[in-house]
């Protein structure tokens, strides 16, 4: 059984910290990995898509990859009131055909 | 909004009565999803279509579930004789060949 582990939270964070969200997965051979947020009684939308070990910048977020340790987080500078929501992580555990396997989710509070 | 529509938003049921939701993927997606979300879980793989054809379902889609993709364009999910475990936001997405996924608004199910 695939499965993606996360800290349910919540985490609370002051406004302009940084968040730092991580993510366990057990299937080594995973290749894709996701980061989706999803605010309350709304469906995923997707921050960020990672393949390769390091880090993957896009504005105040940063995706960093371990694949020697199944390990992927996420972070958030200059947090914003704005960014609370939960964050899901999700790999791509299907092969070719790309289903997703998420994790619970982790909630996020950014207090302003 | 990502392209992707789903109808209804929102469904009360009864158990035992017969539900059926649509999603329209983005037009050039030839990949489309079903998931499955609970209260404080991550969303869960239902089944896949590629073009009209259905080429995985999870063991989570019983006999009750069936779901169609006619002319490989917009996706139907039926459940028959609801039941209350069967309340939950079901999620469709759909992906162009590419691995990510850009997910509908939900349709929220309430089975009574």
């Known amino acids: 059984q695939k499965e993606v582990e996360q800290n349910s939270g919540p985490l609370s964070v002051p406004e302009g910290a940084i968040a730092s969200l991580n993510c366990t997965y057990s299937?080594?051979?995973?290749?894709?990995f996701f980061w989706y947020r999803q605010y309350s009684g709304k469906s995923p939308e997707l921050i960020m898509s990672?393949?390769?070990?390091g880090d993957k910048e896009d504005g105040r977020f940063t995706a960093q990859l371990n694949k020697a340790s199944q390990y992927v987080s996420l972070l958030i500078r200059d947090s914003q009131p704005s960014d609370s929501a939960t964050y899901l992580c999700?790999?791509?555990?299907?092969?070719?055909?790309?289903?997703?396997?998420f994790g619970k989710g982790t909630l996020l509070t950014v207090n302003p | 909004d990502t392209g992707v529509s789903q109808d209804p938003r929102h469904k009360i049921t009864k158990r035992g009565q017969n539900v059926t939701f649509r999603c329209d993927p983005i037009?050039?997606?030839?990949?489309l999803y079903w998931y499955r979300q609970t209260l404080g879980q991550g969303p869960e793989f239902l089944t896949y279509?590629?073009?009209?054809?259905?080429?995985?379902k999870s063991r989570l889609l019983s006999d009750r579930f069936s779901a169609e993709r006619p002319k490989g364009s917009f996706s139907t999910l039926e459940i028959q004789r609801t039941e209350q475990g069967d309340s939950a936001m079901y999620l469709c997405?759909?992906?162009?060949?590419?691995?990510?996924?850009?997910f509908g608004p939900g349709t929220r199910l309430l089975v009574l």
């Open positions: 299937d080594r051979v995973s290749q894709s």
């Open positions: 037009s050039e997606h030839n990949r």
């Open positions: 990672i393949y390769s070990n």
């Open positions: 997405a759909s992906t162009g060949g590419r691995e990510t996924q850009y």
């Open positions: 279509f590629q073009n009209e054809a259905q080429l995985e």
């Open positions: 999700a790999e791509n555990s299907g092969g070719s055909n790309y289903k997703l396997t």
